[in-house]
């Protein structure tokens, strides 16, 4: 059966009520061993839209799903086109607020770990060290012949020479990098295939539809039984791969904490929910814990 995005949730009533205080993050950080789950919300700051707020990019756009990737030769067209477009503003992205005080948090030994959902790389720009991409990275492309692996920034050159005058105008930018482009607008881009085997080359991201890989999944669930407690940042825990973490943390009794503007999915697993935006209530935790927040490395290719 073809899995669809989840397009919308809709919190129960009597889920608790979210909160401006920040001591409980604040205090929960001091103790050190925070494992840190975040979603796209961290990066909306940074100019990426989420999916799922008031507005989100779910709204007026459906991701691209892995069954309809792999079946159909058009809609890689389709998705390479709209991709490669929002690659140019997708990459010149910075940090913001809330990627450098988590970088901050972690210099000064407080987290047991971060763990993404995002495939944007700003936290690894922002400075934070050892990130496990949940759902992968658009910085690599990776070959569904031959498996081979290769950076982003390659292939962007390969479609550049290969559509040398595909300049359309996109009506927005969504959380995975995919351009909103019509279907006149991508008519006539031409893919080009793996450089080793000719093979067809995919973004290695885990779409919709998609399972994540078991050995990533393993390394989670390891990095949940490590820490002392959970701190989501900016995810709605829609999708069941983060869900699935606050449930193990709630299960094993270890406090889960949620800084998200709007209720989630794990608020009934969780202590509190900080109902504010992340560079806001993160700046402020720092600034309780005398934590400085600066620094960037280089952007990513």
Request: charged share 20%.
């Amino acid at each position: 059966m073809r899995m669809r995005p989840t397009l919308s949730w809709t919190p129960a009533a009597d889920l608790p009520p979210g909160t401006t205080d920040v001591t409980p993050v604040a205090d929960v950080l001091s103790a050190g061993g925070v494992l840190v789950v975040s979603g796209a919300g961290l990066s909306t700051e940074s100019g990426i839209p989420d999916y799922r707020s008031e507005g989100g990019s779910l709204s007026r756009h459906t991701p691209m799903t892995y069954q309809d990737f792999t079946g159909s030769a058009q809609a890689r067209r389709r998705y390479w086109a709209r991709s490669h477009l929002g690659w140019r503003t997708f990459g010149r992205a910075r940090p913001n607020a809330g990627h450098r005080a988590v970088a901050a948090f972690q210099r000064r030994g407080l987290l047991a770990g971060v763990i993404t959902q995002n495939v944007d790389g700003l936290h690894q720009v922002a400075g934070s060290d050892g990130v496990v991409e949940l759902h992968g990275s658009l910085h690599r492309v990776v070959c569904l012949s031959c498996g081979a692996f290769s950076p982003r920034r390659e292939l962007a050159v390969r479609l550049e020479e290969t559509n040398p005058v595909f300049e359309p105008v996109a009506a927005g930018i969504n959380p995975d990098g995919d351009a909103d482009l019509t279907d006149e607008q991508v008519r006539g881009f031409r893919t080009v295939p793996c450089t080793i085997c000719g093979g067809v080359l995919k973004p290695d991201v885990v779409f919709f539809g998609e399972a994540v890989p078991p050995r990533r999944g393993e390394h989670c669930r390891e990095l949940v039984r490590e820490a002392t407690s959970l701190l989501v940042l900016g995810s709605s825990l829609t999708v069941m791969s983060g869900l699935r973490l606050v449930r193990q943390a709630a299960q094993a009794g270890k406090p889960v904490l949620i800084v998200n503007r709007d209720p989630t999915r794990g608020d009934q697993h969780a202590l509190t929910r900080v109902a504010l935006p992340l560079g806001t209530a993160l700046t402020a935790v720092a600034d309780r814990l005398n934590v400085p927040v600066d620094g960037e490395r280089a952007p990513r290719a």
